[in-house]
């Protein structure tokens, strides 16, 4: 008996010790990040894009042509080779979603949280999108396909989104295989967030493409901080991808709030947004079709609102305070046109307290507040 005790008493300090060294091992900079050997006199650093820092590989491993697809490290062994010519370094493959089933229920799953997350702003479109995962070679044949360029060398996903004759909208949406959940729901709410602009924006709405994708890597941001997965939020940040519009959305969202952000979107009169964030505010109110101009054919009805004067929100901080009333956004002392039912009226935010707002109708010259009931 005594015998065991000190056997296993023996082992566990053996376990320890090798514990602690591997644990050394994964963090001396002189062990290849690849294949775990230490390095020679030189080391060849790689951006390791799962967790956006650059490791140390050898010579060896620096020359191997076989990358993995998610971290962008040589892979030399215990990899897995994907059909479609993709491979998966062993840390990589554990979290990679191969299941075709398991990505659409991701997908689902998403799909309704951004249902749930942005239902008081936007409609996204849901029962008019066909949603596959693909492999890289099917990818590749649809952004060489006429019409699609290659923006990013790092393609995962893609929204293809036509008008049919009867008016309704219809949307293919690809997402590439093989992607860890967190990323494959990201990636599915920057898509869908495509197929909105393609029915929400007018076809003479001139937004450039960078601007485009910075607000489609902005929904897919406040989703995945939604979800709480903030080491996909950090590289939503990271990726050059919209050239630095995903700071600036960020920002403009969190400043003036998501409705500021989507009536920009229709109706501003900068292409992207710019360092002065106040621009954000500046719009051009849409102008009835001319009467021998047919307008465009859409599944959207207009945005119902109340039929009083009905405070929905406050947004933003300090000067960039904003109170959301029936369908527009005011600042402190702003006059401008509201919808009330079937009619307009002009009224002049006079101040914007913590749960309610003073105004005044045009035309009277009677103080109102209107307070913001919490749900």
Same mark, same amino acid.
């Given at each position: 008996?005594?015998?065991?005790?000190?056997?296993?008493?023996?082992?566990? $300090?053996?376990?320890?010790?090798?514990?602690?060294?591997?644990?050394?091992?994964?963090?001396?900079?002189?062990?290849?990040?690849?294949?775990?050997?230490?390095?020679?006199?030189?080391?060849?650093?790689?951006?390791?894009?799962?967790?956006?820092?650059?490791?140390?590989?050898?010579?060896?491993?620096?020359?191997?042509?076989?990358?993995?697809?998610?971290?962008?490290?040589?892979?030399?062994?215990?990899?897995?080779?994907?059909?479609?010519?993709?491979?998966?370094?062993?840390?990589?493959?554990?979290?990679?979603?191969?299941?075709?089933?398991?990505?659409?229920?991701?997908?689902?799953?998403?799909?309704?949280?951004?249902?749930?997350?942005?239902?008081?702003?936007?409609?996204?479109?849901?029962?008019?999108?066909?949603?596959?995962?693909?492999?890289?070679?099917?990818?590749?044949?649809?952004?060489?396909?006429?019409?699609?360029?290659?923006?990013?060398?790092?393609?995962?996903?893609?929204?293809?989104?036509?008008?049919?004759?009867?008016?309704?909208?219809?949307?293919?949406?690809?997402?590439?295989?093989?992607?860890?959940?967190?990323?494959?729901?990201?990636?599915?709410?920057?898509?869908?967030?495509?197929?909105?602009?393609?029915?929400?924006?007018?076809?003479?709405?001139?937004?450039?493409?960078?601007?485009?994708?910075?607000?489609?890597?902005?929904?897919?941001?406040?989703?995945?901080?939604?979800?709480?997965?903030?080491?996909?939020?950090?590289?939503?940040?990271?990726?050059?991808?919209?050239?630095?519009?995903?700071?600036?959305?960020?920002?403009?969202?969190?400043?003036?709030?998501?409705?500021?952000?989507?009536?920009?979107?229709?109706?501003?009169?900068?292409?992207?947004?710019?360092?002065?964030?106040?621009?954000?505010?500046?719009?051009?109110?849409?102008?009835?079709?001319?009467?021998?101009?047919?307008?465009?054919?859409?599944?959207?009805?207009?945005?119902?609102?109340?039929?009083?004067?009905?405070?929905?929100?406050?947004?933003?901080?300090?000067?960039?305070?904003?109170?959301?009333?029936?369908?527009?956004?005011?600042?402190?002392?702003?006059?401008?046109?509201?919808?009330?039912?079937?009619?307009?009226?002009?009224?002049?935010?006079?101040?914007?307290?913590?749960?309610?707002?003073? $105004?005044?109708?045009?035309?009277?010259?009677?103080?109102?507040?209107?307070?913001?009931?919490?749900?």
């Amino acid at each position: 008996m005594k015998l065991d005790v000190a056997i296993k008493f023996w082992l566990s $300090i053996l376990v320890s010790v090798l514990s602690a060294t591997a644990s050394r091992c994964l963090a001396d900079p002189n062990v290849c990040a690849s294949c775990g050997h230490y390095i020679g006199e030189t080391v060849y650093l790689i951006m390791d894009r799962v967790e956006g820092e650059k490791k140390g590989v050898c010579e060896t491993c620096a020359y191997l042509k076989r990358r993995c697809s998610l971290c962008g490290l040589p892979v030399k062994e215990n990899y897995t080779a994907l059909l479609d010519g993709r491979y998966l370094c062993a840390r990589d493959t554990k979290t990679a979603v191969q299941d075709v089933e398991e990505a659409k229920r991701i997908w689902a799953d998403a799909s309704r949280e951004m249902d749930r997350l942005f239902s008081r702003f936007m409609t996204l479109p849901t029962t008019n999108i066909v949603f596959a995962v693909v492999d890289q070679v099917h990818m590749d044949q649809i952004l060489q396909s006429p019409g699609f360029e290659r923006q990013c060398p790092f393609i995962l996903g893609c929204t293809r989104s036509r008008l049919l004759g009867d008016g309704r909208w219809k949307h293919l949406i690809d997402v590439l295989s093989a992607l860890p959940k967190a990323e494959l729901s990201a990636i599915s709410a920057h898509e869908r967030a495509h197929a909105w602009l393609a029915e929400n924006i007018a076809p003479t709405r001139e937004l450039e493409r960078d601007t485009m994708e910075g607000f489609c890597e902005l929904v897919a941001y406040r989703l995945m901080e939604n979800l709480g997965e903030k080491n996909e939020m950090s590289s939503i940040k990271r990726n050059a991808y919209s050239r630095g519009q995903i700071d600036l959305f960020v920002e403009a969202e969190a400043s003036y709030g998501m409705y500021v952000v989507l009536q920009w979107l229709k109706y501003g009169v900068d292409g992207r947004l710019l360092d002065d964030l106040d621009r954000i505010r500046k719009i051009a109110e849409p102008r009835p079709a001319a009467a021998e101009i047919q307008p465009l054919p859409t599944t959207i009805a207009p945005t119902p609102v109340p039929d009083t004067l009905t405070l929905i929100g406050i947004s933003g901080t300090g000067s960039r305070r904003l109170a959301l009333i029936n369908d527009r956004a005011f600042g402190a002392d702003e006059s401008g046109k509201v919808r009330v039912g079937k009619t307009n009226v002009v009224i002049r935010c006079l101040e914007i307290r913590d749960r309610s707002v003073v $105004i005044e109708v045009d035309g009277s010259h009677e103080k109102q507040e209107l307070s913001f009931k919490l749900k």
